[in-house]
C-alpha cells in the first residue's frame, strides 16, 4: 500500500489553528522526527543523552510506521548502537560514556531488527548480560546495582524473543511467578513489584511478558479488561492509573494491553482517537503527553502508536506485545500470544 | 580570528561553570545540615555569584543551570569514556575522586535521571571515598527538588543494603516518603518505597494507618495512598495483627455501625460478632489470634467504607472514593467467605473460590448482597465480576 499518495503534504500551517488537529498532520510528524536528532546543541537533547537509545527507538519505529524510515540514516544509526554494547557485559548503554542497562538493551535490539542489522553485534553477549540479571525469585534487575521492577522482566523477554534466544536461558517458570506475584488482586492489574500500585504502563510490560511467554491464561481478563476500560476519561482520552489526568502515552500502553487480550472493542475508539489527534502540535508537527503542552519524541511515538492500533489511515500496523512495525515482527517470524474478541 | 575568539569565549564559560560549580561545593562543605535544593527563575546574569545559601536551603540560578550541568556532565563521561583500569586509579585516588564529587554533586542536583551518575556516586561509597550518611543526605537533597525521583529512593535502597535493620531511623524514612507524597500527587515512586520500608522496618502498621488517615483528609483524591492503605489492611490480616487486648472487649465501633446499616443490629461483643458473621465457621481449626486480627481488620474496612461515604458527601463523587470502597467491602466479603470455606488457609490465598460460595446460607452476606443492589448498576457489575453476587444485570456497555 502507498500510502504517500494518499496524505497530502502541507508546508504552512492552515489558518485554523483547531482544523489542524482534527487530521493526522503526517508530514509536520515526519519532520519532526527527522530533525530530532540533529539538535546535539540543544539542552534538552543533553539533558536526555541518558536515555538516547530509546530515543533512537521511539524515533526509528514512529517513522517506520509512517513508512519514512529512509530518512534516518541507517548506518549511522547502526554504527552508534555498536559503539554502546558495552564489551564486559554484553549489555548496551544509552549512549557511549554510560552504563549499560536492560532498558537500553531492548531499544538497541528493536532498533537492529528494524534495520535487519542484528549480525553487527555480539548477541551471545546480550543473552549473557540478560540471564545474568535473573534472581532466584524470578525477577530481574536493571543491572548490577540491583533495582527490581516489572519494566524489567519485559525487557528480558523482548529482548530474548527478538534474539529468538527464549530457550534454555532464563528460568520461564520463575519469571512468569514473579510477575504473577505483582499482580493486585483488589483489581486485577500489576504494579513494578509485589504490592505495587497497579498502573497501566506497567500492566502492558506484565501483559506483554505474558503474551512473550504464551501465559495469558494466567490473567483475570474480565477484571484487568473492566480496570484498563475505567482509565477512559470524558475527553476520550486515557489515563493511567485512578484520579491522574489522560495522557497520550496511555493510548498506547492501555490500547496494546486491550488488543492482546481480545478486549480492544470495549474502549471507545472515536474519542480517544479525537483525544490522541488533539495532542499534536500543528505547528512544529510531534505530540504532547495532553492538549497544549509541547511535544517530545516519546509522545509522538505512542500517539502514532495509538492511532495505527486504531486502524488510522496511512499508518502500518504495529504489533501491540513488542510495539514494533507488524511486518518487521513477521519477518523475524515471532509470533506473541494474542487473545481473540469473544 | 574568529576561532581564537570562539575558543576563549569557550574557555570563559568553563572557567566560569568551574567557579560555580566550587561555590556549590562549598556550600556543601559548610553545611552539614543542607535540606534543600532549588533552581532559581532568574533569566539574567547581575556578574554576582548565582549560587544562593539561605539557611540549609541553596539555590542556583536559572540563567546558569544549563551551562553548568553541561560542562559537569561531559567531565563526568569523559571520566567514564576512559578505560575502566583508567577510572580505577581516578576512583583510588583521594583528590581525584574528591574532584568526581563536585561534578557529581551539581549534575545530579540539575539532572536527577542520569543513572549512570548514581553509579559512579556507588563506586565511590564502595571505594570509601564518600560516607552512607552524607550519602542519604544528599539523596534528601536530590528528592527536596525532585520529589519523584525513583533514583534517589533507589539509592537509599542500596545504601541501606550496608547497614543493619535496627541501625536505621525507619521513622524518618516514612517521614521521607510522606515529604515527597505530599508534594507531588500520587507519586508513585515514594508509596512503592514505603512499601519497601513498611516490610523491611519493624512493625509500623498502627502507625502507618493513623498517618495515612490524615494524608487522605488533606489529599483527598491521592489514589496513590488509598492504595497503600489497602495493602496495609492485607498485611495486617496476613500478619494477624490486632490492637494490644489490655480491655475486655475491643473497639469494633464501625463494624457494628455498618452491621446495623446492612440491618443487622448487633452486640458489641465478640462472641456476637463472630456468630453473625462467621456462623458457619469451623471453630476448632481457626486460632484465638486469627479472629481478633479478622474483627480488628473488618473494623478498619468498615471504617473506611465510612470515611469514603462521608467523603462523597463532602466533596462530591469521585473515582478514588468509590474504588476505595469497592476494595474494603472486598475485603470483608472475602475474608468471611474465607473463614467458612474449607480446606482454608491461612494466608491470602489467590484461588479463594467465590463462585461455589452459596450466599443465601448466610445472613450477614446476603444482607450485604441485597443491601449493595442498591448502588446502580455499574455497582452490581463490579459486584458480580469481583464477589460473584450474581446480580441479574444486563451487560450495558463499558461506559455506563
Known amino acids: 500500500m502507498d500510502f504517500t499518495t494518499f496524505v497530502k503534504p502541507s508546508n504552512g500551517g492552515s489558518g485554523d489553528a483547531d482544523a489542524g488537529t482534527n487530521e493526522l498532520q503526517f508530514w509536520k510528524h515526519v519532520k519532526y522526527i527527522e530533525n530530532h536528532g540533529k539538535q546535539e546543541d540543544d539542552y534538552e537533547y543533553c539533558m536526555t543523552e541518558f536515555l538516547r537509545m530509546s530515543g ?74 540478560i540471564v545474568g540479571l535473573q534472581q532466584p525469585d524470578g525477577s530481574f534487575f536493571g543491572d548490577k546495582w540491583g533495582e527490581v521492577d516489572t519494566r524489567f522482566s519485559f525487557c528480558a523477554v ?131 503527553d495532553r492538549t497544549g503542552n509541547m511535544p517530545d519524541i516519546f509522545h509522538t511515538l505512542f500517539g502514532i502508536g495509538g492511532l495505527s492500533l486504531l486502524g488510522h489511515s496511512g499508518l502500518k500496523a504495529i504489533n501491540p506485545t513488542l510495539c514494533m512495525p507488524q511486518y518487521i515482527v513477521d519477518r523475524l517470524d515471532i509470533e506473541p500470544q494474542r487473545l481473540s474478541r469473544p | 580570528m574568529e576561532d581564537d575568539m570562539a575558543v576563549d569565549a569557550n574557555n570563559e564559560k568553563r572557567v566560569l561553570c568551574e567557579k560555580i560549580i566550587r561555590d556549590i561545593n562549598a556550600v556543601f562543605l559548610k553545611d552539614a545540615d543542607l535540606a534543600s535544593f532549588e533552581i532559581i527563575p532568574k533569566e539574567t546574569n547581575c556578574n554576582k555569584s548565582p549560587v544562593v545559601h539561605v539557611e540549609h536551603n541553596l539555590g542556583l540560578e536559572s540563567w546558569c543551570a544549563q551551562h553548568v550541568y553541561d560542562h559537569a556532565h561531559r567531565t563526568l563521561i569523559s571520566h567514564r569514556r576512559q578505560t575502566s583500569q583508567q577510572q580505577l586509579r581516578t576512583l583510588q585516588q583521594q583528590q581525584q575522586s574528591d574532584a568526581l564529587a563536585k561534578y557529581l554533586n551539581v549534575a545530579l542536583l540539575i539532572n536527577p535521571d542520569v543513572t549512570t551518575f548514581w553509579h559512579i556516586r556507588r563506586q565511590l561509597v564502595q571505594k570509601n571515598r564518600l560516607s552512607i550518611n552524607k550519602e542519604l543526605q544528599f539523596s534528601a537533597l536530590v528528592l527536596s527538588i525532585k520529589p519523584k525521583s525513583n533514583e534517589a529512593f533507589a539509592y537509599r535502597r542500596w545504601l541501606y543494603s550496608f547497614q543493619s535493620a535496627d541501625a536505621i531511623d525507619w521513622p524518618n524514612e516514612i517521614s521521607i516518603c510522606e515529604r515527597s507524597a505530599d508534594r507531588c500527587a500520587s507519586n508513585y515512586h515514594a508509596w512503592s518505597h514505603r512499601h519497601w520500608v513498611l516490610r523491611s522496618g519493624p512493625c509500623l502498621l498502627q502507625s502507618e494507618l493513623m498517618r ?147 450466599y443465601g446460607q448466610h445472613p450477614f452476606l446476603e444482607a450485604v448482597r441485597q443491601a449493595e443492589s442498591a448502588l446502580g448498576g455499574k455497582h452490581q457489575r463490579w459486584c458480580n465480576l469481583h464477589l460473584n453476587f450474581g446480580y441479574p444485570v444486563a451487560e450495558a456497555t463499558w461506559r455506563d
Open chain 1, 56 to 129: 533512537i527507538y521511539w524515533g526509528v519505529t514512529a517513522l517506520d510506521i509512517m513508512g519514512q524510515l529512509d530518512r534516518l540514516e541507517r548506518k549511522h544509526i547502526i554504527d552508534f548502537v555498536k559503539r554502546c554494547q558495552c564489551a564486559t557485559t554484553g549489555g548496551f548503554a544509552p549512549c557511549e560514556g554510560h552504563d549499560p542497562h536492560m532498558l537500553y538493551t531492548l531499544s538497541a535490539v528493536q532498533v537492529l531488527c528494524t534495520y535487519d542489522a542484528l549480525n553487527e553485534i555480539d548477541c551471545e553477549a546480550v543473552v549473557r548480560f
Open chain 1, 158 to 288: 523482548a529482548t530474548l524473543t527478538l534474539l529468538k534466544r527464549m530457550d534454555q536461558t532464563i528460568d520461564i517458570e520463575k519469571a512468569v511467578k514473579f510477575v504473577m506475584s505483582c499482580c493486585n488482586q483488589t483489581d486485577g492489574g500489576f504494579g513494578s513489584k509485589p504490592g505495587a500500585e497497579s498502573h497501566a504502563g506497567l500492566i502492558y510490560c506484565c501483559v506483554g511478558f505474558l503474551s512473550l511467554t504464551h501465559r495469558l491464561h494466567l490473567l483475570d481478563v474480565d477484571k484487568l479488561g473492566w480496570w484498563l476500560c475505567e482509565r477512559q476519561l470524558s475527553s476520550g482520552g486515557l489515563n493511567g492509573r485512578p484520579e491522574k489526568l489522560p495522557d497520550v502515552c496511555y493510548s498506547w500502553w492501555v490500547l496494546s494491553s486491550l488488543t492482546i487480550m481480545g478486549r480492544l472493542h470495549w474502549i471507545s475508539s472515536e474519542k480517544l482517537q479525537q483525544f490522541i489527534l488533539s495532542c499534536q502540535d500543528a505547528e512544529t508537527g510531534g505530540f504532547s
Open chain 2, 212 to 358: 495515612t488517615e490524615k494524608f487522605l483528609r488533606k489529599h483527598i483524591s491521592d489514589y496513590s495512598c488509598y492504595h497503600y492503605r489497602q495493602v496495609l489492611l492485607g498485611r495486617a490480616y496476613e500478619l494477624c495483627f490486632c490492637m494490644p487486648s489490655g480491655e475486655a472487649q475491643p473497639q469494633l465501633g464501625s463494624l457494628l455501625e455498618l452491621l446495623a446499616e446492612y440491618g443487622l443490629p448487633c452486640e458489641p461483643n465478640t462472641e456476637a460478632l463472630i456468630q453473625l458473621m462467621l456462623p458457619h465457621m469451623n471453630r476448632s481449626s481457626v486460632s484465638v489470634q486469627r479472629l481478633r486480627s479478622f474483627l480488628y481488620c473488618c473494623n478498619v474496612a468498615a471504617y473506611d467504607m465510612r470515611l469514603c461515604k462521608e467523603q462523597r458527601a463532602l466533596y462530591g463523587p469521585r473515582d478514588c472514593f468509590e474504588l476505595h470502597r469497592r476494595a474494603a467491602l472486598k475485603f470483608i466479603v472475602e475474608q468471611c467467605v474465607r473463614l467458612q470455606t474449607e480446606p482454608r488457609t491461612a494466608t491470602m490465598d489467590n484461588s479463594l473460590q467465590l463462585d461455589k460460595f452459596d
